[in-house]
């Protein structure tokens, strides 16, 4: 195979905000893989609350180079665990592993779902992402994108206000995600009001290594909670099922669609709730995101709805959530520049 990178800053249309950041715009790095005439794409962006940087992950890569161009273009599940046995990150990993993929799909002349033996005659909804920020500005940007779904980021001492005022604008459904800011009690007493407003669950209310408070919270709150900063790799899983009632899959954090896919089985296996989020990438990101539909009970895959402007084209998500599919196979990406 034949490997290339691409870096990137993508626009965001809007100042996003969380609990513990604020950023206008996203760095990612693109990496293209090429076999027999057909290019695969795959994406991880840069994360400073799990320090990762662009110029580490292009070192990373560069320097496995030799052993990623040598690999079998059809066998991607292997070339996961030789970058893994090679100490890659996750986030390495993970471009590298949506590209193989995506690859191979192309390769085969089928969507990556089909070759899992999955359709898409149901899958959830996609959520859109309404970041921290002052009240009205909220307000407005749920006006100005209308959804079904909206996913509500907060960590304020004014958070069931806020969500108050939300509700007055809307009947949609809601989902709120504290990213590690409250306290046990705090999330036990927020989701009494919450559940009223008719928000549908919590995500990571407390810091990531708070199991002990976790275990009080999902004892004593009528939300169900989903672990995000909780779950990162597929060891996490166990875990996570004594102490959240779902688990939320970032590719990036897992290292891709490969350890993904093993982590769905286990929370199934586990009686968990299942769903996979973005990090704000690019459509290259959340087409292979999409891939997964069928097997997920929620999705978070509107990081490419929030940009200014895309890199890539592949996924569709028109209005009300229906979700278009290239027919290129793979996960369906093509650079757009």
Request: net charge negative; glycine share 8%.
């Amino acid at each position: 195979m034949e490997l290339t990178l691409h870096s990137f800053k993508l626009t965001l249309a809007h100042s996003f905000g969380i609990s513990r950041e604020r950023y206008d715009e996203q760095p990612t790095l693109i990496i293209s893989l090429s076999h027999d005439g057909k290019t695969g794409y795959g994406e991880a962006t840069s994360n400073p609350y799990y320090g990762v940087g662009i110029s580490n992950l292009m070192q990373e890569i560069e320097e496995a180079r030799g052993l990623i161009e040598d690999a079998s273009a059809y066998d991607p599940e292997t070339l996961n665990k030789m970058m893994r046995d090679h100490n890659l990150s996750s986030f390495a990993c993970c471009a590298v592993d949506l590209a193989a993929w995506d690859l191979f799909g192309k390769l085969e002349g089928k969507s990556l779902h089909e070759i899992w033996g999955t359709t898409m005659d149901t899958y959830p909804v996609t959520n859109y992402t309404i970041g921290l920020d002052t009240t009205e500005i909220m307000v407005s940007k749920m006006k100005e994108f209308p959804w079904p779904v909206y996913k509500i980021k907060l960590g304020t001492d004014r958070d069931v206000a806020i969500i108050t005022e939300l509700r007055k604008h809307t009947d949609a459904v809601f989902r709120v995600d504290a990213n590690c800011a409250w306290t046990a009690r705090e999330t036990i007493d927020n989701a009494l009001a919450l559940k009223e407003l008719g928000v549908e669950f919590i995500e990571q209310p407390l810091p990531a290594d708070d199991w002990e408070g976790m275990e009080r919270v999902l004892h004593h709150c009528v939300l169900p909670v989903i672990a995000d900063e909780s779950c990162l790799v597929e060891s996490d899983v166990a875990r996570c099922a004594l102490h959240f009632n779902g688990i939320n899959i970032k590719l990036t954090k897992c290292g891709g669609l490969t350890p993904a896919r093993r982590m769905i089985r286990s929370a199934r296996d586990l009686g968990l709730e299942v769903m996979v989020g973005c990090m704000t990438e690019s459509t290259v990101g959340i087409s292979a995101i999409a891939q997964l539909l069928p097997e997920l009970d929620y999705v978070d895959m509107d990081g490419a709805m929030l940009l200014k402007s895309d890199i890539a084209s592949g996924v569709r998500i028109e209005a009300g959530g229906r979700v278009i599919l290239p027919s290129t196979g793979g996960s369906g990406v093509s650079l757009l520049q």
